[in-house]
């Protein structure tokens, strides 16, 4: 199953210069635990974006970079080819990570979103489709707003009612 999980603003802004607009410990948290132990796919620029520009530990990184060349990592070249090794994996739990192109090419293949909202604006340069304007997705969750380092956030949980095959 192809999910993708995002954390986004009042706007659907997900990152600023190449990063993440807030610090949100309990949101990375729940990154953490759902996504450990599965494979996690993503841009090249995300994953400069971590700490190190290290993969992530205890997951199967797939990364489409055209220019990358690494060993810690399994590195694509296209989205032909990150959509052929997506479908190797197709009976797995696959997380799309990020960035901003990544989402928008793979949305049409991911049966669910876990958007954690932000109650604010960061002024991103980077942003996530609305899906609350796409009549393709319904929200089916929503939590409780939880207070994460003094960000107002929702965990909440979108469905793609027409999701297309690999």
């Not at 090249?44 to 060993?71: A, E, M, Y």
């Not at 990592?73 to 997380?95: G, P, Q, T, W």
């Amino acid at each position: 199953m192809i999910k993708a999980i995002v954390h986004a603003d009042k706007k659907w802004g997900i990152g600023k210069n190449g990063d993440m607009m807030f610090s949100l410990p309990k949101d990375m948290k729940f990154f953490r635990e759902t996504t450990t132990g599965h494979t996690v796919v993503m841009g090249g620029n995300t994953l400069r974006s971590f700490p190190n520009q290290k993969p992530l530990k205890n997951r199967v990184n797939i990364v489409l970079s055209r220019g990358q060349v690494r060993d810690d990592c399994m590195i694509v070249r296209s989205f032909d080819e990150l959509k052929a090794e997506m479908k190797k994996r197709e009976n797995e739990e696959i997380y799309v990570i990020g960035g901003g192109e990544i989402y928008r090419e793979l949305l049409p293949y991911c049966e669910e979103i876990l958007v954690t909202k932000v109650d604010a604006v960061g002024n991103a340069d980077t942003f996530f489709p609305n899906l609350d304007e796409n009549e393709n997705f319904v929200c089916v969750y929503e939590s409780e707003p939880i207070d994460d380092n003094g960000n107002t956030i929702r965990f909440t949980t979108y469905k793609n009612t027409k999701v297309q095959a690999l």
